[in-house]
């Protein structure tokens, strides 16, 4: 086990919570609407449909790139077994790339429901 239980309560908190900012999503679609002219709403769409797997579809290898270079060479049952620190370090990258996607909100501005471009 790498942690303590967490309590249901908890866990259910956390969960309702990722649950309600996962809406943001639908939020991006508008912004990112609103942020071009209309002769280009196909292609932002599908920039945002890109945008929301870019995430996983590069965390997924940099992930496992992060757990390999930190595996100590130990098998268990024909199974890899990594250190604590390796899921640490591994799951950082994903605190990082939140943090990325903050910053980059934060430098967009408010399009107060009309087209801007």
Do not use: H
Not at 7 to 25: E, M, R, W
Not at 53 to 67: C, F, K, V
Not at 71 to 91: E, I
Request: hydrophobic share 60%.
């Amino acid at each position: 086990m790498f942690s303590a239980p967490v309590p249901l309560a908890i866990f259910t908190a956390v969960a309702a919570i990722t649950s309600f900012a996962c809406g943001a999503v639908v939020v991006a679609f508008a912004f990112a609407k609103e942020s071009v002219p209309v002769r280009f709403l196909g292609t932002i769409s599908g920039a945002v449909n890109v945008g929301n797997m870019l995430g996983p579809t590069l965390l997924q290898p940099a992930i496992g790139w992060m757990l390999d270079r930190r595996w100590s060479g130990t098998f268990a049952d024909g199974a890899r077994v990594y250190p604590v620190d390796a899921f640490q370090a591994a799951f950082a990258l994903i605190v990082a790339w939140a943090v990325l996607s903050c910053v980059l909100i934060a430098l967009t501005r408010e399009t107060a429901c009309r087209q801007t471009a």
